[in-house]
């Protein structure tokens, strides 16, 4: 089957970094998307890997490693504002408008 | 009004009722999906539509209809839900050639009573 593994909870404290990881096992790939939600909220687009390598957005970092099946989304100089849960996604084929959700990770920032 | 709407908001039905969720998109997008969002589990897409045809199935019951008029407006009928089918309805658009890259509504709470 397909499937986007996820840490279920993360937290951290203000100012630090934060690693959030995603394996994935899916029948076909074709990139690597994170997003965000926050309690009550709808899901936000982070960013996205086509390629392998880090893409970097701000504070938001993401990597990917296709021979790894692996990504990950990092945060740096956490603020209270990035509690929310993280979502990562595959787009699983070429012509497909379709993506594969992980299972999200709650990340909480305390002070 | 921008980007993504969705109404209503919230919503309590019967089993026997029938009610529609609609969807609309401000963004000049040509791909519109509605995903199921329930508590402690993934994102399921239901229904995909690129360029007004429906693309994708999910293996969705019956009892769930959608409805794609036109680019803008995506709509998903109801009838005869089960009490499992409560969850938050969220409903998405993007250009179809970027659709890792999608914006969101902010959903419709689904109770099913």
């Known amino acids: 089957g397909q499937s986007l593994e996820q840490p279920s909870e993360v937290t951290a404290v203000e100012g630090a970094i934060v690693q959030i990881n995603c394996t994935y096992q899916?029948?076909?790939?074709?990139?690597l998307s994170w997003y965000q939600q926050h309690d009550g909220g709808a899901p936000t687009f982070l960013s996205y890997n086509g390629l392998d390598g880090l893409e970097e957005t701000g504070r938001f970092s993401s990597f990917l490693s296709r021979s790894d099946s692996y990504g990950y989304l990092l945060l740096q100089e956490l603020q209270m504002k990035d509690s929310a849960s993280y979502f990562c996604?595959?787009?699983?084929?070429?012509?497909?408008?379709?993506?594969?959700f992980g299972t999200g990770t709650r990340l909480q920032v305390f002070p | 009004e921008t980007g993504v709407t969705q109404t209503p908001r919230h919503l309590v039905m019967g089993m026997t009722n029938k009610k529609s969720l609609k969807c609309e998109q401000h963004?000049?997008?040509?791909?519109m999906y509605w995903y199921k969002q329930s508590a402690k589990k993934p994102l399921e897409l239901m229904f995909v539509?690129?360029?007004?045809?429906?693309?994708e199935n999910n293996s969705v019951p019956s009892r769930f209809s959608p409805e794609c008029p036109n680019s803008s407006h995506l709509f998903l009928h109801l009838h005869t839900l089960q009490p499992e089918d409560s969850a938050l309805y969220l409903c998405?658009?993007?250009?179809?050639?970027?659709?890792?890259?999608?914006?969101f509504g902010p959903g419709t709470r689904l109770t099913v009573t």
């Open positions: 998405a658009s993007s250009q179809r050639e970027k659709a890792y890259e999608q914006y």
């Open positions: 996604a595959v787009r699983d084929g070429r012509n497909t408008d379709k993506l594969i």
């Open positions: 963004l000049g997008h040509n791909a």
């Open positions: 539509y690129s360029l007004e045809e429906r693309v």
């Open positions: 899916t029948s076909g790939f074709y990139g």
